[in-house]
T-cell receptor, first 112, second 109 residues
Framework: DAGITQSPRHKVTETGTPVTLRCHQT?????MYWYRQDPGHGLRLIHY???????DKGEVSDGYSVSRSKTEDFLLTLESATSSQTSVYFC???????????FGDGTRLSIL | TQLLEQSPQFLSIQEGENLTVYCNSS?????LQWYRQEPGEGPVLLVT?????EVKKLKRLTFQFGDARKDSSLHITAAQPGDTGLYLC?????????FGKGTRLSVIA
């Protein structure tokens, strides 16, 4: 299994609070991605990174920010969480944009 | 925007039956991947197809990429309860990856 660790695995928080999810990889892959998975919508790309401090927006980036200060860590921040951001969040990595992605086991986030 | 439509959305079959899952688009993809996801886990790559018309086999699973590289299919022969899960197709076009919404397969013993 690819060395990808997401933390926390579960989180419950209140509307309006900031939330940060962490993805840590031990594979030294260049690309890292954040997705959310919702019933009826499948996997949707939030943001991705193609190197340290190099990031780009995905399909559903509004309300989310990311940072990558080290190759191995990719952080996803919800500055002011809303109930519509309740979801399961997956991190993925790949060697380059054409290679298959390897996924972490997800973070289940509930915003009340 | 490139979209991938998967069908059927849900499939419940008896052990031993055959089934086919479809992944269709109006866009051309340079490659297409199939993943399987089990509850509480992330998707796991099954196969990547790159060439139009390509067929790949993985034990009882057969994957085909359409000649025009706009569609793909996954055929499972003699399904087993262990095949139960969410099957996702994902296409590589002009964005990192575009995912279909998935086909949820349940194989009943």
């Amino acid at each position: 299994d690819a060395g990808i660790t997401q933390s926390p695995r579960h989180k419950v928080t209140e509307t309006g609070t900031p939330v940060t999810l962490r993805c840590h990889q031990t594979e030294n892959h260049r690309y890292m991605y954040w997705y959310r998975q919702d019933p009826g919508h499948g996997l949707r790309l939030i943001h991705y990174s193609y190197g340290v401090k190099d990031t780009d927006k995905g399909e559903v980036s509004d309300g989310y920010s990311v940072s990558r200060s080290k190759t191995e860590d990719f952080l996803l921040t919800l500055e002011s969480a809303t109930s519509s951001q309740t979801s399961v969040y997956f991190c993925a990595i790949s060697r380059d944009t054409y290679q298959p992605q390897h996924f972490g086991d997800g973070t289940r986030l509930s915003i009340l | 925007t490139q979209l991938l439509e998967q069908s059927p959305q849900f499939l419940s079959i008896q052990e031993g039956e055959n089934l086919t899952v479809y992944c269709n688009s109006s866009s051309v993809f340079s490659s297409l991947q199939w993943y399987r996801q089990e509850p509480g886990e992330g998707p796991v790559l099954l196969v990547t197809v790159v060439t139009g018309g390509e067929v790949k086999k993985l034990k009882r699973l057969t994957f085909q990429f359409g000649d025009a590289r706009k569609d793909s299919s996954l055929h499972i022969t003699a399904a087993q309860p262990g095949d139960t899960g969410l099957y996702l197709c994902a296409g590589r076009g002009n964005t990192p990856l575009v995912f279909g919404k998935g086909t949820r397969l349940s194989v009943i013993a």
